[in-house]
Structure formats: structure tokens, C-alpha cells
């Protein structure tokens, strides 16, 4: 599948707000699971930068939110977001 990444971004934005709330968890998951990926090392030169930059965007978020409360932002994330 190929998108247009701006006008993916804007379409994704102009959604019904309920949309939005049901798409987030799949866009939630994917970085995720690109972050893993990363730091599994199950990439390979295709999809590399992707999930670096994944890996980069979850290492940004562990580093804001306190150790003692990630545990609990992940369970908050899992309450919110069912699916990931």
C-alpha cells in the first residue's frame, strides 16, 4: 500500500473525531511493533530508517515519562487503547 504521507496526515486529521479515537490504537501499534522490530533487529535495508525512527520515538517517550510511571502509562495506554 502506498499513501500520500501529507494528505494521508490531513485526511486522517479532517476524520470524525470517533474515527479518530478508533484509528489511533492500529497507528499506536505499528510504531510499536517498528520500535521492536528496531531493537530485535528484524529489519533489514527496506525498512530500516522506519524503524529507527520508531525505536527513536518511543526511547523519546520512556525518556519523558519517569521509569516508576511508565508501567502505569503503557497500563493507561492498554485502558485507552485496547488493542495495542
Not at 529507527?52 to 510511571?69: D, F, K, Q, T, Y
Amino acid at each position: 500500500m502506498i499513501l500520500k504521507r501529507d494528505t494521508f496526515a490531513d485526511d486522517m486529521r479532517r476524520e470524525h473525531r470517533t474515527i479518530q479515537q478508533l484509528d489511533a490504537p492500529a497507528i499506536f501499534a505499528v510504531i510499536l511493533q517498528w520500535a521492536r522490530d528496531y531493537e530485535s533487529g528484524n529489519f533489514d535495508a527496506r525498512n530500516e530508517t522506519t524503524c529507527h525512527v520508531a525505536s527513536n520515538m518511543i526511547e523519546g517517550l520512556r525518556a519523558r515519562v519517569p521509569p516508576e510511571n511508565f508501567v502505569s502509562f503503557c497500563d493507561d495506554m492498554k485502558r485507552f487503547f485496547p488493542y495495542i
